[in-house]
């Protein structure tokens, strides 16, 4: 699908800040596979990556299963009128339990931090 007037914004919790600077905004939770449809909508070369957070990376495309792709990098500082941005916002909580694990190479590794992840989209609307 042709964007290239309006390329969509992949975000994450600081990028976010810095994209708000002015305008008017909707913006609402969404479904890890409702961000899917959206990144399948468009071509890659329509899809701008603001952030330089690997694990987003793993997650879009290990867990949301979307085909690996070279997202070009870009910092904005504004969104334009009508233009799209999801943002994958990660949710870090102490661990409750604290189990050891032997790694690969024979290491102990003690889990610590629960991670999760959530999408927003935002629109800006003026």
């Known amino acids: ?25 909707k913006c609402h939770n969404m479904l890890l596979e409702e961000a899917k449809v959206i990144l399948e909508e468009y ?3 329509d899809i701008l ?4 957070n690997q694990d987003i990376e793993t997650i879009m ?3 949301l299963g979307i085909a690996r792709k070279n997202f070009t990098y870009k910092k904005i500082r504004n969104m334009r009128p009508n ?10 909580t102490t661990s409750e339990t604290q189990p050891v694990i032997q790694a690969d190479d024979g290491v ?3 889990k610590i931090q629960n991670v999760y992840v959530y999408c927003q989209l935002i629109t ?3």
């Open 1 to 25: 699908m042709e964007h290239k007037d309006l390329p969509l914004l992949l975000l994450d919790n600081s990028s976010m800040m810095s994209v708000l600077n002015e305008g008017s905004f």
């Open 43 to 45: 071509d890659e070369d």
């Open 49 to 52: 990556r603001c952030f330089s």
């Open 61 to 63: 495309f290990d867990y």
């Open 83 to 92: 233009q799209m941005a999801i943002v994958f916002k990660l949710y870090t």
């Open 108 to 110: 102990e590794a003690k």
């Open 124 to 126: 800006r609307i003026s």
